[in-house]
């Protein structure tokens, strides 16, 4: 067994993964393995002799084993043997690894075949292989040929009883005789139930064993299997740290275990260059340098300083024979030469070089690199950061002028580091405290709470200045809104701005609309009140007394979004040419327009923000559950999966399980309108285990709506009562301030289907209380001033008698909040249109047969409208029904062009274009 597997063996992450990780479930070999059980199985095509190719630490052994304990649990007989480099120039000695237990005599048994295995042999064959064991008295060596035919014959005995595995570990490091002497039995044992698996490193192919087909090669795991074998290891790495191990590993899963316990460098920094190993680790590794020529170290610690992107700073070109400097290291086995470029063997090897170097060498390494990397600013920079030993006003510039330039092409997280280290070098305090305070602010677009954390932490650290660290503050509180311990992020955020309100009000204010985030996924009551009553504080005099203002909207919004949305939406045109085409403040208005019901134009705009940050870097995934919901909401249930997906993965990698939770509760609904029922539920499942339902009230409404709709698609309508009627209070009051809201027409078509007459009973009551609540509550007015059309289409189709309408395979009705007024028929309608998830569930539990009959342009269950459309949005075989829904909201249906019977009686609306 090589170094690296040594080092498998003592690392304790390593023996976690083994011991944690089943056999047959290897993280990302899943091919290879199937490929193994087929050798093992006998099964076609399967390989007599086959070759696993791959770099040290690449999970040759790993697979090894797993295809023994395969061929154990089967009966399969196995003989193994593993290559050792002390034991190479010793003639048979893998032969007598790999066949010393097998029984000698009558009466010798030795846990293989049965007593006497070699009697069988042939006088000569029997004395060539005792000789090669050390049991003859052979005066010569014996015959090559003799011993290859008595390992055939053997093996041919021990197949005949039952199927044999021969596996051979680092088999690069198997003596030549055995190597001969099993490859001369293997190319004449096609016909026996024998098969040979051998692992060797890449680039050191075994003499005609395995000559006859190409080997089997490990290469690097994919970025995906690579993440999940970090989830599992003892210290799973996070955010900077983990991407560092990712980016350093390159696939390889022994590197991967070992760098995952690397941990962060003391006071925060990173590290300048490649991540430390253990120290037992790094002994192991760096005992191949003893003995190389001054030269050759001096360019190894240049090659290990470098990153990928230095690959021209360092002296190109394959070793030769003669290379003084490279052909020592290549003999040496630790570097690989191709493509005109020197590399390492092994990732680990790397780090193993750089810091068994001194640091002073270290430094001259990296000014080396600087001086090479002049035309390259960016990779200059960070060299001489990484070359200096104290602070360094000119460096610090260096890499704050790096920041500007990553954040202009989107690298937020580069940006980050870049001024996070001129923060360690600038020589003033304040002059790093205002760096800290901007890596702070592009830290939060990567996500990652524990570094702004830390930031903000440095920031108080340094200064005194309370404009900054109300700034830091402010940073590290957007990120905690994304987490699920809304109590804590909550004080922290309006503490902090009741804290600053005094001495800096703007800072204060966009501390208060971060505490508002909070308030709105918690959906505590006394929350939105607090936020309320502190914006009338900080509001009450002078110019921050408009209303209208920003951040003011944006909080007032965000507490109460009817309250507000009269004044708000005329004034949205306005917003949105403000916002030109920064994607940060496009996608704050796309979460207004969605919050007041405006889904269309925020799904616009959330279309126009990711073009945006395309260019400039990904969107915030903490913001993204709006954006979720809006595309579901309007039908583009693929668009919203995909954010779903990337929502989770980003938020997966930096720990904000309530953003990953919105994101789990916006795919079970898309699931449950899409009648894929057992995965809404299991991604209903996952959204809870995120969160503590009481404490994240928004990921609770969505994933009981969601439930319901799944409920309701199998018919089970009591259970998808239940599971609505929890949507609101005991007394009937809204869960949640704008998520319970969409639910009414789904509770009321629930209820009626339910067929209990006290469920109609309560959801009237509930249906009636939300109507007051946006009107006088006369039966005739549903609505007043501050709902929406969407919201006076939910509560006609609720308070409708016979809920859900006259027919029970009437199809629902959906509002156009693009265009008041307007309404479309679809049979399923979008997650909060007027009919309801549980209407649309309903249809899909029938077949939605009838009212395909009666819509017949809408061709299946969930589909979007297909041709047969009115210009204004309306199916024309629905147009009636669609005129009696829009007359209960209180809105004239608009004209169809042609139409000389409509006629449209009031002035165009706001947003009606």
Request: with cysteine; glycine share 10%.
């Amino acid at each position: 067994m090589d170094e690296y597997a040594a080092v498998a063996r003592t690392s304790p992450a390593a023996r976690a993964v083994r011991e944690d990780v089943p056999v047959d479930g290897l993280v990302g070999r899943d091919g290879e393995l199937e490929r193994l059980h087929r050798a093992v199985d006998g099964l076609p095509p399967a390989e007599r002799v086959l070759v696993l190719a791959g770099d040290a630490g690449a999970g040759k052994s790993a697979l090894l084993d797993a295809a023994v304990r395969r061929a154990e649990g089967r009966g399969v007989q196995v003989l193994r043997a593993v290559g050792s480099e002390a034991e190479a120039p010793l003639a048979y000695s893998g032969l007598h690894q790999l066949l010393w237990r097998v029984p000698w005599g009558t009466g010798n048994r030795g846990g293989l075949g049965e007593p006497g295995s070699l009697r069988l042999l042939s006088g000569r064959q029997r004395a060539a292989l005792a000789a090669v064991f050390g049991r003859g008295d052979a005066p010569e060596p014996p015959d090559r040929m003799l011993v290859g035919l008595a390992v055939l014959t053997l093996l041919s005995d021990l197949s005949d009883r039952a199927p044999l595995l021969l596996a051979l570990d680092d088999a690069q490091w198997l003596d030549h005789a055995s190597l001969d002497a099993l490859a001369f039995a293997a190319r004449r044992l096609d016909a026996e139930p024998v098969t040979v698996l051998a692992g060797v490193r890449t680039g050191e192919p075994l003499p005609d064993l395995g000559a006859r087909q190409p080997p089997l090669v490990l290469g690097p795991l994919d970025p995906a299997a690579a993440d999940r074998l970090l989830d599992l290891q003892p210290q799973s790495p996070a955010g900077r740290l983990r991407t560092r191990v990712l980016d350093q590993a390159r696939g390889n899963p022994l590197a991967l275990t070992i760098l995952a316990g690397a941990g962060e460098p003391p006071g925060g920094a990173p590290y300048a260059g490649p991540l430390p190993l253990a120290e037992h680790v790094e002994h192991v590794l760096a005992g191949r340098l003893v003995g190389l020529p001054a030269a050759t170290t001096d360019a190894l610690l240049l090659l290990a300083a470098a990153d990928a992107a230095d690959d021209g700073a360092v002296r190109p070109g394959p070793p030769g024979g003669d290379d003084p400097v490279w052909a020592p290291a290549e003999a040496a086995g630790l570097v690989r030469a191709g493509g005109g470029r020197v590399r390492f063997r092994h990732p680990l090897m790397r780090s193993a070089v750089y810091h068994a170097a001194p640091a002073p060498a270290r430094r001259a390494a990296h000014r080396a690199l600087a001086g090479a990397l002049r035309r390259e600013p960016d990779r200059c920079a960070w060299h001489l950061a990484a070359a200096a030993d104290g602070p360094d006003a000119r460096v610090a510039a260096a890499l704050e002028e790096s920041a500007d330039r990553a954040r202009r092409r989107g690298g937020y997280a580069a940006a980050a580091r870049a001024l996070q280290r001129a923060a360690e070098l600038a020589p003033e305090r304040a002059d790093g405290a205002r760096l800290l305070v901007a890596a702070a602010s592009d830290a939060v677009l990567t996500g990652d709470l524990a570094w702004v954390d830390e930031l903000a932490d440095a920031v108080r650290r340094r200064t005194d200045d309370g404009a900054l660290s109300a700034a830091a503050a402010l940073h590290a509180g957007r990120l905690a809104a994304f987490t699920p311990h809304h109590g804590t992020a909550f004080a922290r955020l309006a503490g902090a701005a009741e804290r600053w309100a005094a001495d800096q009000p703007g800072a204060a204010l966009d501390l208060l609309a971060a505490a508002a985030v909070v308030g709105f996924y918690s959906g505590d009551d006394r929350r939105r009140q607090h936020v309320r009553h502190l914006l009338h504080r900080l509001c009450g005099e002078g110019e921050r007394a408009d209303p209208y203002g920003w951040p003011q909207v944006w909080i007032a919004v965000v507490t109460d979004p009817y309250e507000h949305r009269t004044a708000l939406v005329p004034r949205l045109p306005e917003l949105f040419a403000s916002a030109g085409q920064r994607p940060e403040h496009l996608t704050a208005l796309a979460i207004l327009a969605w919050l007041v019901d405006e889904t269309p134009r925020a799904v616009r705009a959330f279309d126009e923000a990711e073009e945006g940050w395309r260019v400039r870097g990904a969107l915030p995934e903490g913001l993204g559950g709006a954006a979720a919901w809006a595309y579901a909401e309007q039908g583009r249930w693929d668009r919203a999966r995909e954010l779903c997906r990337r929502m989770t993965a980003n938020a997966t990698a930096v720990g904000l399980d309530h953003a990953e939770a919105c994101a789990a509760a916006v795919d079970a609904a898309v699931l449950a309108f899409r009648g894929d029922i057992a995965a809404a539920r299991a991604r209903a499942a996952d959204a809870l285990a995120l969160v503590d339902p009481g404490e994240s009230r928004s990921v609770a409404v969505y994933v009981r709506r969601a439930l319901a709709a799944a409920a309701a698609a199998e018919g089970a309508y009591d259970t998808a009562y239940d599971q609505l009627r929890a949507v609101f209070t005991a007394d009937g009051a809204p869960l949640h301030h704008h998520a319970s809201y969409p639910a009414l027409a789904d509770l009321a078509s629930a209820a009626v289907r339910s067929g209990h007459e006290a469920h109609r009973a309560q959801a009237a009551a509930i249906v009636e209380r939300a109507a007051r609540r946006f009107g006088t509550g006369r039966p005739a007015d549903t609505g007043g001033p501050s709902a929406s059309p969407r919201l006076r289409a939910l509560l006609a189709r609720a308070r409708a008698p016979g809920v859900p309408g006259r027919s029970r395979d009437t199809p629902p009705c959906r509002a156009r909040p693009d265009r008041p007024g307007a309404v479309a028929v679809r049979v399923c309608p979008d997650a909060a249109g007027p009919g309801g998830m549980v209407a649309a569930a309903a249809a899909h539990h029938r077949g939605a047969a009838p009212a395909r009959r009666r819509a017949g342009d809408l061709r299946t269950v969930g589909g979007a409208p297909l041709g047969g459309t009115h210009p204004c949005g309306v199916a024309r075989c629905g147009r009636r029904r669609a005129g009696r829904a829009a007359r209960r909201a209180g809105r004239t249906l608009p004209a169809a062009a042609g139409d000389r019977r409509a006629r449209r009686t009031g002035p165009d609306q706001p947003g009606d274009r």
